[in-house]
């Protein structure tokens, strides 16, 4: 186990490293950050990868489909138009409304009278009076 100085020491070497650490980008990725606005207005507009990969190859820029996914992937996200919430109409009638509702609804059945009658026996089973069925 090291000593105290030693982990100091340790501690010193990986700070400095952290500092002046600069992270290597690609070429292809460097190049294409100079078409970003550029991608990004396509991208909103819907346009598809394959689509931004043909008027990039128009502009003499080869890149696969791989690598501008990978580009892409850091940029902001495409915005979608969003739907504005509309008041009801007043031009449905509420009778349609109510007529539909009506349709969905299941007819009420009458329940089953529990009247005691004579026959029956308090304390032990029931039996169904199958005349009252």
Do not use: W
Request: charged fraction near 30%; aromatic fraction near 4%; include cysteine.
């Amino acid at each position: 186990m090291p000593n105290h100085e030693q982990l100091n020491e340790a501690k010193r070497a990986v700070a400095e490293a952290a500092a002046t650490y600069q992270r290597e980008v690609s070429p292809v990725l460097e190049m294409l950050s100079e078409f970003r606005d550029s991608i990004i207005m396509l991208r909103n507009k819907g346009a598809p990868l394959t689509a931004i990969i043909e008027v990039l190859k128009k502009a003499n820029v080869s890149v696969s489909l791989a690598t501008l996914a990978r580009f892409c992937r850091g940029l902001p996200k495409p915005t979608k138009a969003r739907k504005r919430k509309r008041k009801p109409t007043t031009s449905v009638s509420l009778t349609a409304k109510s007529r539909t509702a009506k349709a969905f609804q299941r007819p009420k059945e009458s329940a089953p009278s529990r009247t005691k009658s004579t026959d029956d026996q308090s304390g032990g089973p029931r039996i169904p009076n199958l005349a009252t069925l």
